[in-house]
Nanobody
Framework: QVQLVESGGGLVQEGGSLRLSCAAS????????MAWYRQAPGNQRELVAI???????NYGDSVKGRFTISEDNANNTVFLQMDGLKPADAAVYYC?????????????WGKGTQVTVCS
């Protein structure tokens, strides 16, 4: 069993910054990739950023140049540094991981962390 727990959300003014963290725990043999998604009320869940083994990264068009995804492999943690935040970035941010654990390969989600941006 693998658990993902997000932290770091909160309220920030437009133009400000936040750093989200997602810690993976449990019977982890290998993390293949981890990603951040977000979902605002009335909208579909969308990919924000993804990081794969080998440190390959990719970003949604709306956050390119403002957000940075990184990882701490030793602690099975992924980060999302969000700079230049806009009201349109307000959403619940979810961590997603493709993880090989003791029971095999699985896709796991965290419960989300709220990001609110005020203008």
């Amino acid at each position: 069993q693998v658990q993902l727990v997000e932290s770091g959300g909160g309220l920030v003014q437009e133009g400000g910054s936040l750093r989200l963290s997602c810690a993976a725990s449990g019977s982890i043999l290998r993390i293949n990739e981890m990603a951040w998604y977000r979902q605002a009320p009335g909208n579909q869940r969308e990919l924000v950023a993804i990081i794969k083994s080998g440190n390959t990264t990719n970003y949604g068009d709306s956050v390119k140049g403002r957000f940075t995804i990184s990882e701490d492999n030793a602690n099975n943690t992924v980060f999302l540094q969000m700079d230049g935040l806009k009201p349109a970035d307000a959403a619940v941010y979810y961590c997603d991981g493709v993880v090989r654990g003791s029971l095999g390969l699985g896709n796991y989600w965290g419960k989300g962390t709220q990001v609110t941006v005020c203008s």
